[in-house]
Each structure stands twice: as C-alpha cells, then as structure tokens.
C-alpha cells in the first residue's frame, strides 16, 4: 500500500505570508499511462468535513481561491497558500487514489 | 445542490453492530461511486469502502474486509456501512462521501456521525 506522509505536523504562519505543506508518498503516483499525478488536497475547519481543494495534483476545484496551489509530480507534492488569510486556519490533507485511497497524516496551520 | 446526510451512528458496546445510512441528494445517486471515510476523535482521516454505481463492485481497507460491508440502493438514493463486531478504536465520526467521475478523489462530504464503541 501506498503512505502518505506530511510535513510538518502544523505550521504557524502571520497572516499574509506564504504557507507551503508538503506531501511525500512511498511510491511515485504519476501513472504513466495519462502522465497525470493522482493526487489531491482537503481542507478541514474545526467541526466540519473536509472541502476539496486540489486534484490531480495541481487542479483547483471549483470556487478555491486561487491564493491555494498545487505542485509536484512522482512522489513529492507541495500545497502552498501564498497569503494565509484567517479564514485558512485548518487541518490539511493529501491522499493519493492511484491504487485503493490513502490519507497522510494531516498538517496543522495556525496564525502566528 | 448536492446534499449527503448521515445517520445512524450512537453508543454501542464492543462486538456490538450498527447500520449507517447516507441519504443522498441534489445529484443523480444512481451515476456515482460513493465511499465512507472516517476520522477518530482528534485524529487524521481513513478511507474506509467505496462502492461502484451498481452496486457490484465494493473495495475495502485491507484490515476491515469481514466486519464492515457496504451496500447502497439506488431506488432510496441511499448508502449503508453494516459495521459488526465493533471494537473501541473504531470510535470515529463516519463520513459519506462522493468520489469524482473521473478518479478517486471526494467532491462532496456529508457532516458525518459519530459512532461510539464503549462499555
């Protein structure tokens, strides 16, 4: 099975500085047969379910603002906001669905 | 508006059962895969079993095959976890989520419920 690890565990950031989480899997994730890298990236406030960000690595869905980003292809992938704004305080996740789905651990971000 | 809504979690005691529901709306049900994940209190999230449109083809985490079984029925907009022989660390809120057309990923998420496995 692939893992997915994160780095790091949580993150302070002052507000309207950059914030980059990274995201490493056991196993390259780019499957060759459409060159894409089958990843993507979920936000989750206190008391909420998670919010797709991020697919396929660098595709943002639907309504993110475009502060959050995606980047990375094999094994190593990055999420950066390039303004943390309050409303981004949350836990974030990777997960890999290139064979079965897998979660990493999740990183915290917190306002300095 | 796409709406997914948990129900059937509670307090159960170890080795106990519950069934889970997800009432599905505001999509056609029937034209995706569905698939739960869960999150211990204060913990990172799993994804736990997805199930294709028909119904036919269900995969699970390796280390829950035979305790957990999902279903769904089309005709309700409805998905079930039949959750058995519950032990205590699988205490976690459980979501329903709907995967994507095109890949594995989850464009929708239901607010959960909480199942506690406790004496």
């Known amino acids: 099975d692939i893992v997915m690890t994160q780095s790091p565990d949580s993150l302070a950031v002052s507000l309207g500085e950059r914030a980059t989480i990274n995201c490493k899997s056991s196993?390259?994730?780019?499957?060759?047969?459409?060159?894409?890298?089958?990843l993507a990236w979920y936000q989750q406030k206190p008391g909420q379910p998670p919010k797709l960000l991020i697919y396929w690595a660098s595709i943002r869905e639907s309504g993110v603002p475009d502060r959050f980003s995606g980047s990375g292809s094999g094994t190593d992938f990055t999420l950066t906001i390039s303004s943390l704004q309050a409303e981004d305080v949350a836990v974030y996740y990777c997960q890999h669905y290139y064979s079965s789905k897998r979660f990493g651990q999740g990183t915290k971000v917190e306002i300095k | 508006e796409v709406q997914l809504v948990e129900s059937g979690g509670g307090l159960v005691q170890p080795g106990g059962s519950l069934r889970l529901s997800c009432a599905a709306s505001g999509f056609t049900f029937s034209s995706y895969w569905m698939s739960w994940v869960r999150q211990a209190p204060g913990k990172g999230l799993e994804w736990v079993a997805n199930i294709n449109q028909n119904g036919r083809e269900r995969y699970y985490v390796d280390y829950l095959t035979g305790r957990f079984t999902i279903s769904r029925d089309n005709a309700k907009n409805s998905l079930y976890l039949q959750v058995n022989s519950l032990r205590v660390d699988d205490t976690a809120v459980y979501y329903c989520?709907?995967?994507?057309?095109?890949?594995?990923?989850?464009?929708?998420w239901g607010q959960g419920t909480l199942v506690t496995v406790s004496s």
């Open positions: 196993q390259s994730i780019l499957y060759s047969g459409d060159n894409k890298n089958y």
């Open positions: 989520a709907r995967d994507s057309t095109v890949a594995g990923f989850f464009e929708n």
